[in-house]
Each structure stands twice: as structure tokens, then as C-alpha cells.
Nanobody, 126 residues
Framework: QVQLVESGGGLVQAGGSLRLSCAAS????????MGWFRQAPGKEREFVAG????????GYADSVKGRFTISRDNAKNTVYLQMNSLKPEDTAVYYC???????????????????WGQGTQVTVSS
């Protein structure tokens, strides 16, 4: 099992930027595919971005493509989500998730992930 702790959320004006971090502990982080998801009030949790264990493969939801970037530093046991050009519709609780996986894949289905963090709130004002 991996313990995941998100940080970096906050309140930002539309057009601004934030960088979320997800620190992992408990197992060998480098063997895990990682994902970022978000959940807005009254809505279902949705995929935001995913990255393979090596960082060599990554993917994004259409709604964030070109604005968000997922990356990881396996030496620091941390995955990041750089969010630029934020919009009010990006307001949500953001969660990171992990899946032990040595394939070159990332995953957009939440059911594929085994462990989840507690989330960090991102609020974008107009």
C-alpha cells in the first residue's frame, strides 16, 4: 500500500497558475503509475492526467490539455500537476492516485487505481 499526500491547492484568480504535489510513501514509488483526478461539488470524480511509472508516457483530459502538465520525480517520491491558465470550471478537490504497474501505460479510469490521497482544494475565482 502507498500513502499519498497532496499539497499545493488554494485560491487563485482565473488565468493564474498553481502547482500541486503528491508525496508518496510506503512502497517503491518508481513502480507505480500515477494519476490526478478531480471532483467538483455535485459532480462525479473525473480524470485529469495520468503518467506511467517511468514518466515516459502521459495523458490528459481534453478539458485540461495544453494547460496542465503532469510530471514526476521518482527520486523524491513525488508527482506534480502544473496548472496554468486556470478557469473557474477547474474548481474542485484534486486527488492523486497510484497503481503498481511496470507497463508503459497511464490510466484514465479511476477503478484502475488502488490508493488515493485525501485531496487538496483548488478554487479559481472569476
Amino acid at each position: 500500500q502507498v500513502q499519498l499526500v497532496e499539497s499545493g491547492g488554494g485560491l487563485v484568480q482565473a488565468g493564474g497558475s498553481l502547482r500541486l504535489s503528491c508525496a508518496a510513501s510506503g512502497r517503491t514509488f518508481g513502480s507505480y503509475a500515477m494519476g490526478w483526478f478531480r471532483q467538483a461539488p455535485g459532480k462525479e470524480r473525473e480524470f485529469v492526467a495520468g503518467i506511467s511509472w517511468s514518466g515516459g508516457n502521459a495523458g490528459y483530459a481534453d478539458s485540461v490539455k495544453g494547460r496542465f502538465t503532469i510530471s514526476r520525480d521518482n527520486a523524491k517520491n513525488t508527482v506534480y500537476l502544473q496548472m496554468n491558465s486556470l478557469k473557474p470550471e477547474d474548481t474542485a478537490v484534486y486527488y492523486c492516485a497510484s497503481r503498481e504497474d511496470y507497463s508503459p501505460n497511464y490510466y484514465y479510469q479511476s477503478i484502475r487505481y488502488d490508493d488515493w490521497g485525501q485531496g487538496t482544494q483548488v478554487t479559481v475565482s472569476s
